[in-house]
């Protein structure tokens, strides 16, 4: 039998959403897909921050005034000497350690209580984990199951009945949420 989980990338969706949620973690995955997991999740929080840092270097450079309009004229020495600053390799190997330090801080910390709440958890600790927080944002959107659709899909059906077929979408709408939420 053939299931809408059976495709790799929908699996590895899942596994990300249930280790980005501290209640659960690697409780259901498979040790085996465990390391793929974090690596997966370790280039994610890389990304995040290259674009940040690229980001935050795009508005520095609009903020700094423009250059003046008197030009100084520069000996051929001048132009050879090299500015110190950190090389590439240096600052990316200075990435790579603090994401992988808040991954592994993240990821030996006790998991929460299955009644908490795991985007108050996260608000609490956006601190602590802020690449890994903001992947949070991103994969806890992700519903688990398709069921509270489908019942809004049915009550809909329930609303719009063939003597209402004329009804405009806005009155469908409130009757709707009207039909929901009212006891």
Not at 72 to 93: C, D, E, H, I, V
Not at 143 to 170: D, Y
């Given at each position: 039998?053939n299931?809408k989980?059976?495709d790799?990338?929908?699996?590895?969706?899942?596994?990300?959403?249930?280790f980005?949620?501290?209640?659960?973690k690697?409780?259901?995955?498979?040790?085996?897909?465990v390391?793929d997991i974090?690596?997966?999740?370790m280039?994610?929080?890389?990304?995040?921050?290259?674009?940040?840092?690229?980001?935050?270097?795009n508005?520095e450079?609009?903020?700094?005034?423009?250059p003046?309009e008197?030009?100084?004229?520069r000996?051929l020495?001048?132009?050879?000497?090299?500015?110190?600053?950190?090389?590439?390799?240096?600052?990316?190997m200075?990435?790579e350690?603090a994401v992988?330090?808040?991954?592994?801080?993240?990821?030996?910390?006790?998991?929460i209580?299955s009644?908490?709440d795991?985007?108050?958890?996260?608000k609490l600790h956006?601190?602590?984990?802020p690449?890994l927080?903001k992947l949070?944002?991103?994969y806890?959107c992700?519903?688990?199951?398709?069921?509270p659709s489908?019942?809004?899909?049915s009550?809909?059906g329930n609303?719009?009945?063939c003597q209402?077929t004329c009804l405009?979408p806005?009155?469908?709408n409130?009757?709707?949420?009207?039909a929901?939420?009212?006891?």
């Amino acid at each position: 039998m053939n299931t809408k989980y059976d495709d790799p990338g929908t699996q590895e969706l899942l596994d990300i959403a249930s280790f980005m949620d501290p209640r659960f973690k690697v409780t259901y995955i498979s040790s085996e897909k465990v390391e793929d997991i974090k690596s997966r999740i370790m280039s994610e929080m890389k990304d995040l921050a290259q674009k940040e840092g690229t980001h935050s270097e795009n508005t520095e450079a609009q903020t700094m005034e423009p250059p003046s309009e008197k030009k100084t004229k520069r000996s051929l020495g001048s132009l050879l000497k090299t500015n110190p600053s950190p090389t590439p390799t240096a600052s990316f190997m200075h990435l790579e350690q603090a994401v992988e330090a808040e991954l592994n801080s993240y990821f030996f910390s006790p998991t929460i209580h299955s009644e908490a709440d795991p985007l108050a958890w996260w608000k609490l600790h956006q601190v602590t984990y802020p690449k890994l927080t903001k992947l949070a944002r991103k994969y806890l959107c992700i519903p688990a199951a398709s069921s509270p659709s489908e019942m809004l899909f049915s009550t809909s059906g329930n609303v719009v009945t063939c003597q209402r077929t004329c009804l405009k979408p806005s009155k469908v709408n409130m009757l709707v949420f009207l039909a929901k939420n009212l006891p």
